[in-house]
Nanobody, 112 residues
Framework: QVQLVESGGGLVQPGASLRLSCAAS????????MYWVRQAPGKELEWISS????????KYADAVKGRFAIPRDDAKFTVYLQTRNLKREDAAVYYC?????RGPGTQVTVSS
């Protein structure tokens, strides 16, 4: 059974950093591209980053390029979203995805 579980969200001030984690199980993690998406209140789901198998080709939405990174640790079956210089508009529930499967999400709130 494919399972994804996100963690690491929280309440931070503008300009802060957070590292989100997504622990995967139930599939051959290392061969799959992994995705991070987010959803802010009243808005549609937004793709923000993805990383291919092997970790050689990270991709980022323009809104987060230069501020977010998406490392993965295949030995730990985990993909991360390293965020920095968070802005109020980054506040959302963050999900990792593989295919049609996504986890329950982790809330990121950015407020002073």
């Amino acid at each position: 059974q494919v399972q994804l579980v996100e963690s690491g969200g929280g309440l931070v001030q503008p300009g802060a950093s957070l590292r989100l984690s997504c622990a995967a199980s139930g599939f051959t993690f290392s061969v799959y591209t992994m995705y991070w998406v987010r959803q802010a209140p009243g808005k549609e789901l937004e793709w923000i980053s993805s990383l291919n198998s092997g970790g050689t080709a990270p991709k980022y939405a323009d809104a987060v390029k230069g501020r977010f990174a998406i490392p993965r640790d295949d030995a730990k079956f985990t993909v991360y979203l390293q965020t920095r210089n968070l802005k109020r508009e980054d506040a959302a529930v963050y999900y990792c995805k593989e295919g049609d499967i996504r986890g329950p999400g982790t809330q990121v709130t950015v407020s002073s």
